[in-house]
Nanobody, 116 residues
Framework: QVQLVESGGGLVQPGGSLRLSCAHSVTIFTINAMGWYRQAPGSARELVAEITSGGSTNYTDPVKGRFTISRDNAKNTVYLQMNSLKPEGTAVYYC??????????WGRGTQVTVSS
């Protein structure tokens, strides 16, 4: 059974930083892309950042220049470094894995709250 477990969320002041981690059990060679999504209260889940099997990255415009997605295949872990956080970044952040062009796996999410 595939598992994705997020960690690293919490309360941070505006302008602060957090690093999210996603430990997963997806077989590396089957992965098409790993991504981070977020969902704020009353809003739809949205893509924050994605990294493909080839290493290409994609970010939603509001986080470009502030967030960085990376991976460590040896540790089966994907990271999201978030700098210069803003209150509008408050949301539940979910790890996602797309595999074999047809499977979509999700973690349970980690809460990020940006507030003074």
């Amino acid at each position: 059974q595939v598992q994705l477990v997020e960690s690293g969320g919490g309360l941070v002041q505006p302008g602060g930083s957090l690093r999210l981690s996603c430990a997963h059990s997806v077989t590396i060679f089957t992965i098409n892309a790993m991504g981070w999504y977020r969902q704020a209260p009353g809003s739809a889940r949205e893509l924050v950042a994605e990294i493909t099997s080839g290493g290409s990255t994609n970010y939603t415009d509001p986080v470009k220049g502030r967030f960085t997605i990376s991976r460590d295949n040896a540790k089966n872990t994907v990271y999201l470094q978030m700098n210069s956080l803003k209150p509008e970044g408050t949301a539940v952040y979910y790890c996602n894995a797309k595999a074999l062009q047809r499977y979509n796996f999700w973690g349970r999410g980690t809460q990020v709250t940006v507030s003074s």
